[in-house]
């Protein structure tokens, strides 16, 4: 099992420009994440899905849009990229969110200049 | 807001036991105690869990007071691998509504 596997690993993008990283799970886990985390602090949820077809917000879900087409892959969309928005993103997931059962990928590092 | 309050930084020998504090004083009775740790920027690593028993696992042993305002992870015989930054999370069980909830946690250095 691959686990949870993110795409790209490292990314440069310019403010304005628009992408979407990448996140897939192999454990048929119904429950997928998004967090950020910034230099020195914890994580904070942007978005988490319960199953296919259905996505919700957390704490920093602004400027981010989020699918869920099917159970294996979460991508995590950026709009309009801002420097803000320059952070370390790791996706999770978990079988019916259990509280002990959460996987986390290697994570995405994203500079926006 | 996170629920749990955590030093901000600890130091450990290698070989001893590193004890990291947590306090919870709003527990509610269907929370669980959660701990993970993240090392050096990797996606955080589930260790141990509990309601209100100890709990001991391969990684850890997890220490919750009788009236489950606090709880300590121990970590036995510490090694400097076990160097990470180390978080107390607070949940229910299951389900979405409890979805983890990182605070800043505790850096624990592992020294020779």
């Known amino acids: 099992n691959a686990g949870v596997t993110q795409t790209p690993k490292f990314q440069v993008l310019k403010t304005g420009q628009s992408m979407t990283l990448q996140c897939a799970q192999d454990m048929n886990h119904e429950y997928m994440s998004w967090y950020r985390q910034d230099p020195g602090m914890g994580l904070r949820l942007i978005h988490y899905s319960v199953g296919a077809g259905i996505t919700d917000q957390g704490e920093v879900p602004n400027g981010y849009n989020v699918s869920r087409s099917t159970t294996e892959d979460f991508p995590l969309r950026l709009l309009s990229a801002a420097p803000s928005q320059t952070s370390v993103y790791f996706c999770?997931?978990?079988?019916?969110?259990?509280?002990?059962?959460?996987?986390f990928g290697s994570g995405t590092r994203l500079t926006v200049v | 807001d996170a629920k749990t309050t955590q030093p901000t930084s600890m130091d450990c020998a290698e070989g001893r036991a590193a004890n990291l504090p947590c306090n919870h004083s709003?527990?509610?009775?269907?929370?669980?105690v959660y701990w993970y740790r993240q090392i050096h920027s990797q996606g955080p690593q589930y260790i141990i869990h509990g309601l209100k028993n100890n709990e001991t696992n391969e990684m850890a042993s997890l220490i919750i007071t009788e009236d489950r305002k606090s709880s300590t992870l121990i970590l036995p015989h510490a090694t400097l691998r076990d160097t990470a930054v180390y978080y107390c999370i607070v949940r229910v069980a299951g389900g979405s509504q409890g979805n983890l909830i990182f605070g800043k946690g505790t850096k624990l250095s592992v020294k020779p």
């Open positions: 999770a997931s978990s079988y019916s969110g259990r509280g002990d059962g959460y996987t």
């Open positions: 709003t527990i509610s009775g269907n929370e669980y």
